[in-house]
């Protein structure tokens, strides 16, 4: 899959969700108004931030899927990370600001003037539950495809409002039962599985930017690959790194020392293709020929 589909499916995905997102932003907004409820509120304030990271998540992957030009030899794929690091800063705000605001009202006992909040405030918890929880399915299953990190982050941040919606059907089930502070506390709730979420986002957005290495099972399986070349004697060394959603490999291999330069360079090109042909994620690939004994390939 190249960077064209890859930014189809994501555009694609990313304007699904932000109209769904805009249309809930609004639902969950009124209820909470004529519903009184103040949880409600919070969680559509956190959904009107899912519109704008998505926004921020759409112009990181449009730009990631521009092709190398002169000052970018190498691509643009982190400007997908910094689409993710963005998000989390976001969420991290969104999630402080919900967290003041039920703090303030429990410390001050504001809460005790709340108005009992309304069926429609149930109504609106319920329906955010589902819709968000299937608005997660939906841009994991696509950022999975596409190995979309800001994708990913932002699935997450769909699937913490539905948990915090939780909390909304929590808190307003408790003040209409007679404990409004209920309504506060599911603010606090919905405060920490926000701030969560921003740390995981941004903690895999970093690592990703930093030429994190593949894990072991990855790495694995493209040492074996490369093993199974006709030529290569034995692999002598692989190194990999994250550059955004792709992987660069650095690999060394072994070779009867007495083949011609030809020969050898042809075994390193099979190698080459071979491995980006099979590993979709890789970009690119190094491949170092070393020279060895014809004895020491006979022991192999």
């Keep these: 899959m190249d960077n064209t589909d890859i930014e189809k499916i994501a555009v694609k995905t990313s304007i699904v969700t932000i109209i769904a997102n805009f249309a809930l932003t609004v639902f969950k907004l009124l209820a ?19 519109v704008f990271s998505t926004v921020i998540v759409l112009i990181g992957v449009k730009v990631s899927a521009k092709k190398a030009d002169k000052r970018h030899q190498f691509g643009h794929e982190r400007y ?32 005790l003037n709340f108005e009992t909040p309304k069926i429609i405030a149930l ?17 994991i299953v696509a950022a999975k ?13 769909h699937r913490t409002d539905a948990l915090s919606s939780i909390g909304s059907l929590i808190g307003v089930v408790g003040a209409i039962c007679g404990v409004p ?9 919905i405060c920490l599985m926000i701030i969560i979420a921003a740390v995981r986002i941004f903690i895999d957005a970093i690592n990703k930017m930093t030429d994190e290495a593949c894990d072991e099972k990855t790495e694995g399986e493209i040492r074996e690959f490369i093993s199974s070349f006709e030529g290569v004697v034995r692999v002598d060394d692989l190194m990999t790194r994250k550059f955004g959603n792709r992987i660069y ?5 072994a070779c009867n020392g007495n083949l011609p330069l030809y020969s050898a360079h042809e075994i390193a090109e099979n190698v080459h293709r ?13 491949v170092h020929v070393n020279p060895c004994e014809i004895e020491e390939q006979n022991e192999s």
Excluded: R
């Design 181 to 189: 502070v209920l309504d506060s506390v599911a603010c606090l709730v």
């Design 80 to 111: 997908e990370c910094v689409a993710a690091v963005i998000l989390a800063m976001v969420l991290l705000a969104t999630g402080a600001g919900i967290g003041y605001t039920g703090i303030k009202n429990i410390v001050t006992g504001e809460y």
């Design 249 to 253: 490999v650095i690999a060394e291999i």
């Design 32 to 50: 909470g108004i004529f519903g009184a409820s103040m949880a409600l509120i919070s969680d559509a304030v956190h959904s009107a931030s899912d």
């Design 145 to 157: 495809k596409v190995n979309s990190s800001a994708l990913k982050a932002d699935a997450w941040h």
């Design 274 to 286: 071979g491995i980006e042909q099979n590993f979709p994620l890789v970009k690119h690939i190094t």
């Design 123 to 139: 109504v609106a918890a319920a329906v955010s539950i589902v819709v968000k929880e299937i608005m997660f399915w939906y841009t």
